[in-house]
């Protein structure tokens, strides 16, 4: 099979450098986290953005044991859980 993209080699710790063009593309910076998904034989690399683990917007998020909220459902699950 003929290689479509940027080959690079996973080194003996399974790591592997992504290339600056590749980063810059996908507005990657140094310190940046990445979310690392397998999907159907891929690997899909992608700049992470935390979401709420409720309502999915990243608008004023707040972490409580190891989960992302956002305001507005925290304010729900302060008030009981009942939306309105």
Same mark, same amino acid.
């Given at each position: 099979? $003929?290689?479509?993209? !940027?080959?690079?080699?996973? %080194?003996?710790?399974?790591?592997?450098? !992504?290339?600056?063009? @590749?980063?810059? $593309?996908?507005?990657?910076? *140094?310190? *940046?986290?990445?979310? !690392? @998904?397998?999907?159907?034989?891929?690997? !899909?690399?992608?700049?992470?953005?935390?979401?709420?683990?409720?309502?999915?917007?990243?608008?004023?998020?707040?972490?409580? $044991?190891?989960? $992302?909220?956002?305001? %507005?459902?925290?304010?729900?699950?302060?008030?009981?859980?009942?939306?309105?």
């Amino acid at each position: 099979m $003929k290689a479509r993209g !940027i080959v690079r080699r996973v %080194d003996g710790l399974g790591r592997l450098v !992504i290339p600056k063009e @590749l980063r810059r $593309k996908i507005g990657v910076n *140094d310190g *940046d986290e990445v979310e !690392i @998904l397998g999907a159907e034989g891929c690997i !899909i690399i992608k700049k992470y953005a935390p979401a709420c683990t409720f309502c999915g917007s990243s608008e004023e998020l707040t972490e409580f $044991k190891e989960r $992302k909220l956002c305001a %507005d459902c925290l304010r729900e699950l302060r008030r009981g859980g009942n939306s309105t």
